[in-house]
């Protein structure tokens, strides 16, 4: 590495010398220049280690940030496919539970069962809306399911 310098320094010293000028006054031009050049790549690896501790300590900053803004989010990117699974099994429980309660309770009405509850009786009109809003709430489960990234 080092030969190199010098001898692009020799090449730039020859090519610059003035006439009468003796070999040993280029070969003193020439480190000169080597020195010059060794000192400039000093200069630039410092800037460029500079710069990299710069960069790095922006990068832990940033992912700070992230971290205090929203707790967990990066455990949700890094969720594995199990993890997944297990949420989207968990909703479409759900979605198959609310259905089964959406199918009781329509078919209690229009087969005019009665659905009691103790000693209390429940009338057509709510058993129909609890089966509407079973409804509701199965398909949001099952969109959720199905439609959303975890």
């Known amino acids: 590495m080092k030969e190199s310098i010098q001898e692009e320094a020799l090449k730039v010293a020859r090519s610059i010398q ?87 309770f329509a078919a209690s009405s229009f087969a005019g069962w009665p659905v009691s509850f103790g000693p209390f009786t429940l009338a057509d009109w709510a058993s129909l809306t609890t089966a509407l809003a079973s409804v509701g709430l199965s398909g949001w489960f099952f969109y959720k399911a199905f439609k959303s990234r975890f």
């Open 18 to 104: 003035k006439p009468g000028q003796t070999k040993e006054q280029t070969k003193l031009i020439a480190q000169g220049i080597a020195k010059g050049i060794e000192l400039y790549k000093k200069q630039q690896s410092a800037k460029a280690r500079e710069r990299d501790k710069a960069r790095k300590k922006a990068l832990r900053l940033k992912q700070a940030e992230m971290s205090a803004q929203a707790p967990g989010k990066e455990d949700m990117v890094f969720a594995s496919e199990a993890t997944d699974w297990g949420v989207r099994g968990t909703l479409i429980l759900g979605g198959a539970i609310f259905a089964a309660i959406a199918c009781i």
